[in-house]
């Protein structure tokens, strides 16, 4: 399996605190890596140090299966937007973006301008109209298209929805799905929205108090969450013998005791007439969902901060 990026025991502290604690990466290319975690918990630290704006305090990393001064010197194949962009709010959208061709010394002739601007969905942006006029979605998307500059294979986002309207917010997850889907780039991006995480992302880490405390693909987390019958009874093991009567094996206990059938959704009715039949007492029985923000509560206690 090809991984774009690992990281090995990465640590950054500042003076007695571990703002983020031997971490473990890995990232597959031409994937979507979702970073989840409440504020402070580490994510924007690990982003700082894998995009090479923050030296970790121990441990090391790898890009492209490179270490070292080799890694250091394709680091230009790394495109990164950490916080907000860093916009020239008078100047156009293309002018912003010549701005940092110069900068990389990145040939922007030919159309190569008007390319990055149609990637991002800004084609049709006017060239007289600053980025000061933009709304926050459009300056979001000029900052990712800040971040392709150079033709990257690996893109590094920190928040790049946060504050965005609904509007903003799917037009930048289906600009990333285009970069996905259609270049190719690997993404990695962290988001406090984790639904509209969970629409975007192939895999994710979650991040607590600085520590990265699972690691899981997408397939994995629809096995752990997605949708489910819950049935409260007081005889567990007799429901789940009245359920095998019509062929429902697939069966577990939650933490709260509960029941849980994870096949036949649309036959509830067909579960209760049996429980009863047994004459086993039946309290609830109902569909349940278990969203991607559930889950990640369920790790960390405690509500979400987003």
Do not use: W
Not at 243 to 266: A, F, H, Y
Request: charged share 25%; glycine share 10%.
């Amino acid at each position: 399996m090809a991984y774009i990026m690992e990281t090995q025991g990465l640590t950054k502290t500042y003076g007695k605190k571990d703002a983020a604690k031997d971490i473990n990466i890995k990232i597959k290319e031409g994937e979507i890596y979702g970073l989840i975690g409440r504020n402070g918990a580490g994510k924007t630290t690990i982003m700082r140090m894998i995009s090479g704006l923050s030296n970790p305090t121990s441990g090391t990393y790898s890009l492209f299966g490179k270490t070292g001064m080799e890694m250091k010197r394709m680091m230009n194949k790394v495109g990164v937007l950490i916080e907000h962009p860093g916009l020239y709010l008078r100047r156009s959208a293309k002018e912003n973006l010549k701005i940092k061709c110069l900068a990389m010394g990145v040939d922007y002739k030919n159309g190569y301008l008007d390319e990055l601007l149609k990637t991002v969905g800004l084609e049709n942006v006017s060239e007289k109209k600053g980025a000061g006029e933009f709304s926050l979605g459009m300056r979001q998307r000029l900052g990712i298209a800040l971040a392709l500059v150079g033709e990257p294979s690996m893109i590094i986002l920190d928040e790049p929805i946060n504050g965005l309207d609904p509007q903003g917010i799917v037009e930048v997850r289906h600009t990333l799905e285009r970069l996905r889907d259609e270049k190719g780039i690997t993404i990695m991006i962290s988001s406090h929205i984790l639904d509209e995480l969970a629409k975007l992302a192939d895999s994710y880490g979650i991040i607590h108090e600085g520590r990265l405390i699972e690691q899981f693909s997408n397939e994995e987390l629809m096995q752990r969450c997605g949708q489910f019958i819950s049935i409260k009874t007081p005889d567990n093991e007799g429901a789940v013998r009245a359920l095998s009567t019509i062929g429902i094996t697939k069966t577990s206990v939650d933490e709260e005791g509960l029941l849980r059938v994870s096949e036949r959704l649309e036959d509830s009715d067909k579960m209760a007439a049996a429980i009863v039949k047994a004459d086993i007492p039946l309290k609830e029985i109902y569909v349940k969902n278990i969203s991607l923000e559930d889950y990640y509560l369920s790790l960390t206690g405690g509500a979400h901060n987003g």
